[in-house]
C-alpha cells in the first residue's frame, strides 16, 4: 500500500495548465494571452541586451558554484532595495529597510508572509483586492492564513471603487495583512491614483493594518520611478510594511527567480533583527538563494553604461504595450466593437476585458486565443501579427 494512496490530483494551476494546453494546441493561429509574460513583436520572450551583456561577461569569467549566505548576495539586495525606495532616500538612508534576496516575486511573498504568520501575528489573516491574481490566496492560505477580500473592482464605473475599498478595509482587524498591487493591478489593470495612497495610508495606520505591497511589475506602468509610488509614499507616511520585488518581468528574467523582501521598519536597530528572522525563514525554507540572476541584476543596476540601456529597455516594453493596447482597441473598434474603451484606460501587462467565462471558453475553443477564465487577457503578448486575429475573434464571440 503506498503512502499516497488517499492523495488526490491537485486541482489545475489557472494560469499554468492554460500554458500546458496552449503548448499542445497545432493551430497555426493560436495565440497564448494567458500568463503574465512579455514578447516582443516576434512573439518571442525577449533576452535583454543588458542581461546578455552580463551573462556573456558571466560566461568568460565563471564563477564556482558557491553558496550565497542565507540572507542573498548583499550588492544585490542594496541595490534591489534602492530601486524600490529611492537612492537617495531617507529609509536607504537611515538603513531601516530589512531586505533579504527571494525567489522572485513570489518567493518574496511567501518569505513575508511566513515571516508574519510565524513570528508577529500568528492568528491574523490576509486580505487582498477582488480581484487578485489567483496565487495570492493560495500562498497565503498555505502558509496558514485565512483569507478574505475587500472590494476594489467596479464593473459598472469601469475602474476603482475606491470608498467601498476604505470601507472593507477599515472593517478589517488589526494585525490583518491588506495585500496591495503596487503598479499594474493583476488582473483588472487598474491602479490606484497617488491622490488616493495617502488616504489608504491613513487607514492602514489608524487600523494598525499590516500592508503588504506586491510590486511585480515596476516599470510596466509609467516608469520605474513611479511604479514605486506607492512603497514610498508609504515610507514617508511612516508605515511599517512589506514589499515584495522582482525582476521576472522587467529584466525579463522569468525562470531567473531574482526578487528581494523588504520589510520597512522604525529604525535601523528593529530592521537589523528582521533580516536575521527573514534570513532565517531562507534557511527553514530553501537555505539560500541562487546566485546567478541576483548576479546579473545587481550588475546592471550598479554599472551606470548597463544601467541606462537597461532602463531603456524597459521603457520600450511599455511603450510597445502601450501601443499593443491602442492596435486592439482601433482593430476592435474596425470590427465594430465599441465597448472596450477601457482598454487603453487600463495599464501594465494586462486587460480585464469584461468578457464572460463562456467567451473566454469560446476563443480557446473555437478560436485558438487563450485567456484566463476570469477575462483577463495578456496585452504584452499580442504582436503586429496577431492583434487582428484577436479582434476579430473577441469580436465574433462578444455579446453586445
Ligand atoms: C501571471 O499572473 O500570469 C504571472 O504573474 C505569472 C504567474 O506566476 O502567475
Redesign the pocket.
Known amino acids: 500500500m503506498s503512502i499516497f494512496a488517499g492523495l488526490e490530483a491537485a486541482p489545475n494551476d489557472p494560469?499554468?495548465h492554460l500554458t500546458d494546453q496552449f503548448n499542445q494546441d497545432t493551430d497555426p493561429r493560436k495565440v497564448n494571452l494567458?500568463?503574465?509574460?512579455y514578447q516582443d513583436d516576434n512573439g518571442k520572450v525577449p533576452l535583454l541586451k543588458s542581461v546578455e551583456t552580463v551573462q556573456r561577461r558571466m560566461a568568460e569569467d565563471p564563477d564556482p558554484w558557491t553558496y550565497l549566505p542565507m540572507r542573498g548576495w548583499e550588492p544585490f539586495n542594496e541595490a534591489a532595495q534602492k530601486l524600490v525606495f529611492g537612492a537617495d532616500s531617507e529609509p536607504v538612508a537611515s538603513g531601516r529597510v530589512a531586505t533579504v534576496q527571494s525567489l522572485s516575486g513570489?518567493g518574496a511573498l511567501l518569505l513575508g508572509a511566513d515571516l508574519y504568520h510565524h513570528q508577529v501575528a500568528p492568528d491574523a489573516g490576509m486580505i487582498a483586492s477582488g480581484p487578485t491574481?489567483a496565487?495570492h490566496h493560495s500562498l497565503f492560505r498555505y502558509a496558514g492564513y485565512e483569507t478574505g477580500t475587500y472590494r476594489y473592482y467596479d464593473d459598472a464605473g469601469q475602474g476603482i471603487d475606491f470608498e467601498a475599498m476604505l470601507a472593507d478595509i477599515r472593517a478589517a482587524d488589526p494585525g490583518t495583512v491588506v495585500l496591495l498591487h503596487a503598479c499594474c493591478h493583476?488582473?483588472t489593470g487598474y491602479d490606484l491614483s497617488p491622490e488616493q495612497w495617502g488616504p489608504l495610508a491613513e487607514v492602514l495606520a489608524d487600523r494598525g493594518l499590516a500592508p503588504f505591497v506586491d510590486l511585480?511589475y515596476e516599470g510596466f506602468s509609467h516608469g520605474l520611478e513611479e511604479d514605486a509610488g506607492m512603497v514610498r509614499a508609504f515610507a514617508s507616511a511612516g508605515l511599517s510594511f512589506l514589499v515584495a520585488s522582482s525582476f521576472s518581468k522587467n529584466m525579463a528574467m522569468y525562470g531567473g527567480r531574482t526578487g528581494a523582501i523588504h520589510a520597512v521598519c522604525a529604525d535601523a536597530d528593529e530592521a537589523a533583527r528582521v533580516k536575521t528572522q527573514l534570513a532565517r525563514t531562507v534557511r527553514s525554507l530553501y537555505s539560500n538563494a541562487p546566485f546567478q540572476g541576483a548576479t546579473i541584476a545587481a550588475t546592471i543596476l550598479t554599472d551606470p553604461d548597463l544601467r541606462a540601456g537597461w532602463e531603456g529597455e524597459v521603457a520600450g516594453m511599455r511603450m510597445r504595450i502601450a501601443g499593443m493596447r491602442a492596435a486592439l482597441l482601433g482593430a476592435l473598434e474596425a470590427e465594430g466593437v465599441e465597448d472596450m474603451g477601457f482598454i487603453t484606460r487600463q495599464t501594465g501587462m494586462f486587460s480585464f476585458s469584461g468578457l464572460s467565462r463562456d467567451e473566454m471558453v469560446r476563443l480557446r475553443n473555437e478560436f485558438h486565443v487563450y485567456g484566463l477564465d476570469n477575462g483577463r487577457l495578456?496585452m504584452a503578448a499580442l504582436n503586429s501579427r496577431n492583434v487582428d486575429h484577436v479582434a476579430t475573434s473577441i469580436a465574433a464571440v462578444h455579446k453586445r
Do not use: E, H, K, L
Open positions: 494560469i499554468f494567458g500568463v503574465g509574460v513570489t491574481w496565487n493583476n488582473p511585480a495578456c
